[in-house]
């Protein structure tokens, strides 16, 4: 996997959970990713939230999350 940096705030070397999340919430489409923080504002919830979808995610057995 390529390593990709937030678009808003720069943060280097997203991690496979944060480039996952992108693409689930998103779309994969999308080219200009978010590190966790950022994306939670852009969708104004909780970053404690994106947490508990990224283990949901998991535990469903979705391969986009390490």
Avoid: P, S
Avoid at 3 to 20: F, P, Q, S, W
Avoid at 23 to 47: D, F, P, S, T, Y
Avoid at 51 to 64: H, V
Wanted: with cysteine.
């Amino acid at each position: 996997m390529r390593k990709a940096n937030c678009y808003i705030c720069g943060k280097k070397d997203l991690t496979r959970d944060e480039v996952g999340l992108n693409i689930k919430l998103i779309g994969r489409e999308q080219r200009n990713l978010l590190c966790m923080r950022c994306l939670a504002e852009h969708l104004e919830i909780a970053v404690e939230d994106l947490e508990e979808r990224i283990q949901e995610f998991k535990d469903a057995g979705c391969e986009l999350f390490g």
